[in-house]
């Protein structure tokens, strides 16, 4: 686990020093901050109970975690493969699955961090309207779970291709193609609809983390979507690693 | 010890190495000569593990490749052409990433890290940022980080690519503290870099190896002659005019081993001759004209023997 550590630090130090990790951080906390605003504060708010208020929060926050997941994830090994750097990780004695847990956990820390510095917009609602606590740790734990999932999404598209443009094209058109089963899964008949609902990273299963419910159901999925691509991407890396 | 039994690597259809066969004992300097595009840095890459052979099996320290690269690279340290330094990064942060991604524990990492600063000079640029380094000190980093975990075999491709003739210089300095402590493979297309650094030189041509031995070997194998140059002020009575030129010419040509001679510079009193003789015919040359009644002020094989040994070889076309 030492070269997991060493990958995992290098990376979290790399989006602490680059521009790039504070800006996508400005960028997605500004949105947050102004979508909520726009639902919960400002003049066409109107009447909504809290615990709408809050479930609009979440939903919100899960479409730029997506976002944020995938743009964090493109550089991870693309941009090495690019700047040559990777001769670095892959001429040394790290096993492939060190690399991408390392570079993964590395992103997951800092998307988490982001994540986390929204959590004065709930706990806004959590004093001044009538939600409990459980609701809102409840709807972090699947918004970084959603994360996490996306993340690892990201990683899978950035181990297989050789170029960031190319990797940001394959993880947005995977992640697209996850979100879209679900309204897809209301216009197309039974069985397909059924197993459209369950694929889908979207709807169904974080509906539950919006309104504050835990199903294990949902969290299995999410924990099975990373384990799939993360896997895929070690495996993508083995076969890249030899050329 | 690095052994390569008839390797070789296709990208397609495109032979780019081998079939390869090589010995390199421990503890000695290689160096991999040749035109840019014949294989040096594919067979380097292979033996750095970095990528796999299409045919051949590659042995590094015993182990095989292919069987288990792990403990392979284990035992190489490797500097790519352009060195994978992250710029972002310290020097002293960069190669203590280094050292722990080859299993290094803090201990050693502090002791190894002090130990490759100094050897590669680079203490004093400790905690400066890649980023700021010249050229000339971002290449030391790249052989520091190659160096960290004491690797049986050091392997550096171009090390001086781009490098200003200052630090040119230094950098085959430094190659020349690491000779013995490890065995290294240099791969250059600049025949001094390989002539001053390495034991043996392997010259290979479309990828494939034309020559190997040492730069004397090689000069017996590959040429035909050994060249010389001369410079002779010629005797008080002789003054400096054509006579006396040509009277030392036809000196010169009249000796046996000698096979031809002409005429080179002229510079004051002092008249430059180039020479070609069967063997090193220095001292038979250095009588002849002494007893002649000239100077003799210097007498030199000829100087880029290599150069001369590496266009015989891979044609004249060479740029090298």
Redesign the interface.
């Known amino acids: 686990m030492?070269?997991v550590?060493?990958?995992f630090?290098?990376e979290l130090?790399?989006y602490l020093?680059?521009s790039i990790g504070y800006l996508i951080g400005a960028v997605v906390l500004l949105l947050d901050g102004l979508l909520f605003y726009a639902q919960a504060l400002g003049p066409a708010a109107g009447e909504r109970i809290s615990g709408e208020v809050l479930a609009g929060f979440f939903l919100n926050a899960s479409g730029l975690t997506a976002i944020a997941a995938l743009v964090l994830s493109i550089r991870l090994i693309a941009e090495e493969r690019q700047t040559?750097?990777?001769?670095?990780?892959?001429?040394?004695?790290?096993?492939d699955w060190e690399i991408v847990l390392g570079k993964y956990f590395g992103a997951l820390v800092f998307l988490t961090g982001i994540t986390l510095l929204t959590l004065y917009m709930p706990l806004l609602i959590f004093v001044n309207g009538k939600v409990s606590l459980a609701q809102i740790l409840v709807g972090y734990f699947g918004l970084i779970l959603f994360g996490a999932a996306n993340l690892a999404i990201g990683v899978f598209a950035t181990a297989f291709a050789r170029h960031q443009l190319v990797a940001a094209a394959t993880g947005a058109v995977i992640t697209a193609t996850m979100f879209l089963l679900w309204p897809l899964s209301s216009v197309v008949d039974p069985p397909a609809s059924r197993l459209f609902a369950s694929l889908a990273i979207h709807g169904r299963h974080f509906s539950g983390f919006q309104a504050g419910l835990l199903h294990t159901r949902d969290v299995f999925y999410y924990l099975a979507v990373t384990y799939f691509f993360l896997l895929a991407a070690i495996k993508v890396m083995e076969a890249k690693r030899?050329? | 010890m690095v052994q390569l039994i008839d390797v070789g690597r296709h990208f397609g259809d495109h032979r780019a190495l081998g079939p390869v066969s090589l010995e390199i004992p421990e503890g000695s300097t290689v160096g991999f000569l040749g035109l840019n595009g014949v294989g040096k840095t594919t067979l380097l890459r292979i033996l750095?593990?970095?990528?796999?052979p299409t045919r051949g099996q590659a042995l590094v320290g015993g182990v095989d490749v292919l069987e288990d690269?792990?403990?392979v690279?284990?035992k190489?340290g490797?500097l790519?052409e352009?060195p994978?330094?992250?710029h972002?990064?310290t020097v002293r942060?960069y190669l203590s990433?280094?050292g722990?991604?080859?299993?290094l524990d803090s201990g050693t990492l502090t002791r190894r890290i002090a130990e490759v600063e100094e050897t590669t000079n680079i203490t004093h640029k400790d905690g400066e940022t890649i980023r700021h380094l010249s050229h000339g000190y971002k290449q030391r980093v790249g052989v520091a980080?190659a160096l960290i975990h004491e690797p049986e075999i050091l392997i550096l491709d171009e090390p001086t690519n781009g490098l200003d003739p200052v630090q040119i210089r230094e950098m085959r300095d430094l190659i020349r503290t690491l000779r013995r402590k490890h065995t290294i493979l240099i791969s250059s297309h600049i025949l001094t870099e390989i002539s001053e650094t390495c034991d043996e030189i392997l010259i290979l041509n479309a990828g494939e190896i034309v020559a190997s031995g040492s730069e004397h070997d090689l000069s017996g194998a590959v040429l035909r002659s050994t060249g010389m140059t001369l410079d002779v002020r010629f005797g008080p009575d002789r003054g400096n005019g054509e006579g006396a030129a040509n009277e030392v010419l036809t000196l010169l040509r009249a000796l046996p081993e000698v096979i031809d001679a002409e005429v080179g510079e002229r510079e004051g009193d002092t008249v430059s001759y180039r020479l070609n003789g069967t063997e090193d015919v220095r001292a038979q040359v250095c009588r002849a004209v002494v007893e002649a009644g000239h100077d003799v002020v210097r007498l030199d094989k000829a100087a880029r023997e290599l150069e001369r040994i590496f266009i015989e070889l891979v044609g004249g076309g060479a740029d090298a």
């Open positions: 030492s070269g550590r060493a990958v630090e290098r130090g790399a020093r680059s040559g750097t990777h001769i670095l990780l892959t001429t040394s004695p790290l096993r030899w050329e | 750095a593990c970095d990528l796999r690269p792990h403990t690279r284990k190489v490797y790519p352009t994978p330094l992250y972002d990064m942060d990433f280094a722990r991604i080859r299993g980080q």
